[in-house]
């Protein structure tokens, strides 16, 4: 029948789309359980460091260290954490929001900004922002490995070394729960002092090798790396949990769509069908 | 009974392995250590290579690259890099990262221009919203 035939192709390709995002909702379910393990896997080594530099920062205490010190802020430095793909909702545009109202605030501060991106959706977006970008990295992939973040993070600590940066931030996405995610922008250096310098129950100090300088040195680069490590892992979480939501709703509205349209169709066979009867009908009262 | 020592060994990536010993041999930078339970307190850089665990059962391996080892009287906590280190390999791969940087932003204007990516998200949100309202209106 030559009625509705545009509607049949129509309901035909919305189903067909349908499947694509039904199949990439499942993908992303599954990605996520994984990403979260991740993120799970990490937090040891972040906590036991942690642990260490609290002991370090209270012990050594003739020797302090520039990454503990504050100091007046005229450039900040700050990493934009993103996703490399997209077709997950508002993820990044929401995280891009809120990088940019800090970016506001520092620049009506007077306080000049330093760039660098994790994530390609990020270097897009700095491309067309404009403005200073030290160092960029994309195309981590589902399993980040923290060697592919060494050459970012260390730009910034040289520059922070320097002394031409004198705060480091990241900004990311953190992962609430599977329907929420929340764009952050946390500093990194100098690293918060009021955290670390809680009271110990009894003091006591370690023997250092080769000295407390050299092995809090590295110890804090690795802090700082983990740290901005720890925030790929989660955006990328997040990443995973905002896809399956958006693919699911895209998913819902296939279907309801492609409900609409067969009710369209059905409407219009019913009425073909009703007029030739009544064509029928009238050619048969007139014979 | 003798007395053990509990042993943590992590990476970035991962928990290695955490467990009790009665002796861990660790490659430190100044040389081997030998670590019984009731080590005094120390902290020292790792040297690429082995960490033995002896349980009093076995002995297990685990190749490090280099890290960090945290000794307290009762445990052992090795902070294990995952990737091979050296200074002039990290430079490497800062030049590496700045110069994507560069190339990505080849001829782009040196403002930040605020403007211009507010008026990005606004359109974004209006589309967002125009889709809203459409699908209200069917």
């Known amino acids: 029948m030559a009625v509705g035939k545009e509607i049949k192709t129509k309901i035909a390709s919305v189903q067909s789309t349908q499947k694509i995002t039904r199949a990439m909702e499942m993908v992303a379910a599954s990605k996520m359980r994984k990403t979260q393990e991740r993120v799970m896997a990490a937090r040891p080594y972040a906590k036991k460091m942690s642990q260490v530099i609290r002991h370090l920062a209270q012990a050594s205490s003739e020797y302090k260290h520039a990454y503990l010190s504050e100091r007046d802020v005229k450039r900040v430095g700050v990493i934009l954490i993103s996703s490399d793909r997209g077709l997950c909702g508002g993820l990044n545009s929401n995280l891009f929001r809120k990088f940019v109202g800090q970016l506001k605030e520092w620049t009506d501060a007077g306080t000049e900004v330093a760039m660098a991106s994790i994530g390609s959706k990020g270097e897009g977006f700095l491309g067309r922002l404009g403005g200073e970008v030290l160092g960029s990295v994309t195309h981590l992939g589902e399993t980040p490995s923290i060697e592919d973040l060494i050459g970012v993070v260390k730009t910034m600590l040289t520059e922070y070394d320097e002394g031409k940066i004198d705060r480091f931030y990241i900004a990311h996405n953190d992962y609430v729960n599977t329907m929420t995610q929340s764009p952050e922008v946390v500093q990194l250096l100098p690293v918060y002092t009021a955290e670390l310098e809680e009271e110990l129950t009894h003091h006591w100090d370690y023997i250092y090798e080769p000295d407390a300088k050299d092995v809090l040195d590295q110890l804090l680069i690795r802090y700082i790396e983990s740290l901005v490590y720890q925030g790929v892992l989660e955006n990328n979480a997040c990443e995973q949990a905002a896809r399956m939501v958006a693919m699911k709703s895209a998913s819902d509205n296939a279907g309801e769509l492609i409900d609409e349209l067969q009710l369209i169709y059905n409407k219009a066979r019913q009425a073909s069908i009703t007029q030739e009867l009544s064509e029928i009908v009238a050619g048969a009262a007139a014979v | ?138």
Not at chain 2, 25 to 45: F, S
């Open chain 2, 1 to 138: 009974m003798t007395m053990t020592i509990h042993v943590d060994i992590v990476s970035a990536e991962a928990s290695i392995y955490s467990g009790l010993a009665e002796m861990v041999y660790a490659p430190g930078e100044m040389g081997e250590l030998g670590i019984a339970p009731r080590h005094a307190p120390l902290v020292t850089r790792l040297k690429p290579g082995e960490i033995r665990v002896d349980t009093g059962k076995e002995e297990l391996d685990f190749f490090i690259s280099g890290g960090i080892l945290e000794v307290q009287p009762h445990v052992v906590t090795v902070l294990a890099d995952t990737a091979i280190r050296a200074d002039d390999l990290d430079e490497a791969k800062a030049l590496e990262a700045k110069k994507r940087a560069e190339d990505a932003l080849a001829d782009k204007a040196s403002d930040i221009d605020f403007a211009k990516a507010q008026a990005e998200l606004a359109e974004a949100a209006a589309q967002l919203q125009a889709i809203s309202r459409l699908r209200k209106a069917r």
